[in-house]
């Protein structure tokens, strides 16, 4: 996707639909054309604003980002996000929201020292609604609903204690709190407010639906202090390959108490990525998938980014990964998927890549039999 342009490095992509949605939101200026420029000015530095906190933070942390504002608000992707722990992916939660709250403090000690104008002036409207779209929007994101920044940052930091034992839990939380929203929509008569809370409402229940009961548990890596240790040391790091061998087999006990302190290893991007696929999320699967194939090029990964890359149209990224050194691992159901499925534009082109990664291939060691 060939970005409009850049800030502070990082690429952006606007689509036509957020300014669309951005002069909806401001209707009831339509009769000001000066207020509803502002407005919409206003709307799309704040979210340009949130979502490079984002960015800011993923490059803190070596992850590379890109940036698209669209309909429903502004989205950072991210690739090489394998390494990060769970607390750090936290911390990418929150720098969105923090930058706004950061930005409206700011202006807010700026009005108290400068002349803003007269109430209701043009002046003085446009810092309120600066103040609304980075403090009231900021905070409104932070709810406990996913996959708003709150719902990230409360599931990152559960699954940093207690790894992925809750997710069903975390998504009950998202629906109570929709509802919530919702009610206090009806009672303010919020259209837009209630809307929103149906759709996360829909969405987290979707998702919960979809959930097997017992959702695996992702293990963590425990350093505890040496004076409290009564076992071996640790094995250190825990790479995606050994995370999803512990998957597929009974987790070892832990020799060491419960209290002893612990730090997390980096979260599991391929179950990640799988559960947000199969919670009908195909976009938001894309980036954990390609992360967690690079890193282990199992079949079974390679099988859920293919479906995300099919599901999303992202055939350019499906030729680019037939066409890397880790092809070779994508099993023969994967391959005929891809021929199956691609879009006629693509079909020959796709087809030629397939055709000459079967003849050179060895079977993939994790095929299904």
């Known amino acids: 996707m060939r970005p409009h342009f850049h800030v502070a490095g990082f690429p952006v992509h606007l689509h036509p639909l957020f300014l669309l949605v951005s002069l909806a939101t401001g209707w009831s200026l339509i009769s000001e054309p000066a207020r509803l420029a502002l407005w ?78 007269e109430p209701g002036g043009l002046v003085h409207q446009g810092l309120q609604q600066f103040l609304f779209v980075n403090i009231g929007w900021g905070l409104f994101n932070l709810l406990p609903v996913q996959p708003m920044d709150g719902g990230h940052l409360l599931a990152d930091l559960v699954r940093a204690r207690s790894g992925y034992r809750y997710e069903r839990w975390l998504l009950g939380i998202g629906i109570a709190t929709a509802v919530a929203v919702l009610g206090l929509a009806i009672g303010w008569k919020q259209i837009w407010l209630g809307l929103l809370a149906m759709m996360l409402g829909v969405m987290n229940f979707e998702q919960l639906r979809r959930m097997p009961e017992q959702a695996p548990e992702a293990p963590r890596t425990f350093f505890p202090p040496k004076a409290r240790r009564t076992a071996a040391p640790s094995e250190g790091p825990v790479s995606v390959q050994r995370l999803m061998d512990s998957l597929r087999a009974p987790a070892a006990p832990q020799a060491w108490t419960e209290d002893d302190d612990a730090l997390e290893g980096p979260h599991d991007p391929a179950l990640v990525g799988e559960l947000l696929l199969d919670s009908g999320l195909p976009e938001l699967a894309v980036h954990p998938l390609q992360a967690a194939f690079t890193q282990a090029p199992l079949a079974r990964t390679g099988h859920a980014l293919v479906l995300a890359l099919l599901r999303t149209g992202r055939l350019q990224d499906l030729a680019a990964l037939l066409d890397s050194s880790h092809a070779r691992q994508l099993s023969e159901d994967t391959l005929a998927l891809i021929c199956d499925h691609a879009g006629a534009a693509e079909q020959a082109t796709l087809t030629e890549r397939v055709t000459a990664l079967r003849h050179g291939r060895t079977p993939a060691p994790d095929e299904p039999r």
């Open 40 to 117: 919409v000015a206003i709307v799309f530095v704040s979210v340009l604003l949130h979502e490079l906190g984002h960015a800011l933070a993923y490059r803190r942390y070596g992850c590379p980002s890109r940036i698209e504002l669209h309909g429903m608000g502004g989205t950072t992707h991210a690739s090489d996000v394998g390494h990060l722990t769970h607390r750090q992916s936290a911390w990418v939660s929150f720098a969105g929201p923090g930058i706004g709250f950061a930005a409206g403090g700011l202006v807010w000690a700026a009005s108290r020292l400068l002349p803003t104008g």
